[in-house]
T-cell receptor, first 112, second 109 residues
Framework: SAVISQKPSRDICQRGTSLTIQCQVD?????MFWYRQQPGQSLTLIATANQGSEATYESGFVIDKFPISRPNLTFSTLTVSNMSPEDSSIYLC?????????FGEGSRLTVL | GQNIDQPTEMTATEGAIVQINCTYQ??????LFWYQQHAGEAPTFLSYNVLDGLEEKGRFSSFLSRSKGYSYLLLKELQMKDSASYLC??????????FGAGTRLAVHP
């Protein structure tokens, strides 16, 4: 199993500002994934963060809005840029284990 | 394209059995996952099926038919703490999971 720590666990942000979410894993992993869960919705994959290369974004998500860093095999950051109320969501970091996907506890962002 | 569908809500009685169905469409398939998510918490892994058939794990079982694009999660001896959302997801490749909208299960006394 993998232990994933995310910071911040929650935050209240002002419209137009940016916030960076950190994800730390207790073991080295090749791929890390960032998901978004909007209120009352299921999880949507934002991007795959690969160490040593640019992140791969899913349809509907762009690097300018959600820049991702992956400086090493245990750490990644997701920035939510120029936030609007529509960005109010839970953002989850995840990694692949043996036969399952492990999730961090999530970062709950509220944009006013 | 890729698509996954599951009922929005279900209710059941404590001690009973409930079956949550999931249907999916995808060109590439690397397994079917079920996750449980309590309100305000991150999803937790329940099961993974990559071959056809039934996988049993305690009170929870999961079934997969790849030819039909169909899975179900069976919960036995329901307890109040089983009230949660249950997320069906398939892996279409590269370890990415595509999630369904989730089924909110309410267990009543």
């Amino acid at each position: 199993s993998a232990v994933i720590s995310q910071k911040p666990s929650r935050d209240i942000c002002q419209r137009g500002t940016s916030l960076t979410i950190q994800c730390q894993v207790d073991s080295q992993v090749t791929m890390m994934f960032w998901y978004r869960q909007q209120p009352g919705q299921s999880l949507t994959l934002i991007a795959t963060a690969n160490q040593g290369s640019e992140a791969t974004y899913e349809s509907g998500f762009v690097i300018d809005k959600f820049p991702i860093s992956r400086p090493n095999l245990t750490f990644s950051t997701l920035t939510v840029s120029n936030m609007s109320p529509e960005d109010s969501s839970i953002y989850l970091c995840s990694v692949v284990g043996t036969g399952e996907l492990f999730f961090g506890e999530g970062s709950r962002l509220t944009v006013l | 394209g890729q698509n996954i569908d599951q009922p929005t809500e279900m209710t059941a009685t404590e001690g009973a059995i409930v079956q949550i169905n999931c249907t999916y469409q995808t060109s590439g398939f690397n397994g079917l996952f079920w996750y449980q998510q309590h309100a305000g918490e991150a999803p937790t892994f329940l099961s993974y099926n990559v071959l056809d058939g039934l996988e049993e794990k305690g009170r929870f079982s999961s079934f997969l038919s790849r030819s039909k694009g169909y899975s179900y999660l069976l919960l036995k001896e329901l307890q109040m703490k089983d009230s949660a959302s249950y997320l069906c997801a398939f892996s279409g490749g590269y370890n990415k999971l595509i999630f369904g909208a989730g089924t909110r299960l309410a267990v009543h006394p």
